[in-house]
């Protein structure tokens, strides 16, 4: 099978994010975006992105998982050296209607 092929995020681009229903919750606005090799993510990040307890190991232990499912379904070996797209972003509009 082959990788999924996406376009990368923008410094700048808006997108919609979406509940489980489909239902846009809010819009937000990529603020940067850096390519990271997965053993070399910091603390920092891991912090900021939110994952688990935000510690830097239980970060890798969410996306490690992550990497190896992906690289099941493409035929390819899980590599510490995987390509990470960090997107930071900010909430710029939350669909205040949209909640019950």
């Known amino acids: 099978m082959k990788p999924m092929v996406k376009s990368l995020p923008c410094v700048g681009d808006h997108w919609t994010v979406l509940d489980g229903e489909r239902t846009p919750v809010c819009v937000c606005r990529t603020l940067s975006v850096e390519e990271i090799p997965f053993d070399e993510v910091t603390e920092e990040y891991a912090r900021w992105g939110g994952e688990g307890d935000c510690s830097r190991r239980s970060w890798r232990q ?27 972003f900010a909430v710029v509009d939350i669909h205040l209607w949209q909640i019950k």
Do not use: H, V
């Not at 992550?66 to 797209?85: F, H, Q, S, V």
């Open 62 to 88: 969410i996306y490690w998982q992550y990497i190896c499912l992906e690289c099941t379904r493409i035929g390819r070996d899980p590599n510490l050296k995987a390509p990470m797209i960090m997107e930071r």
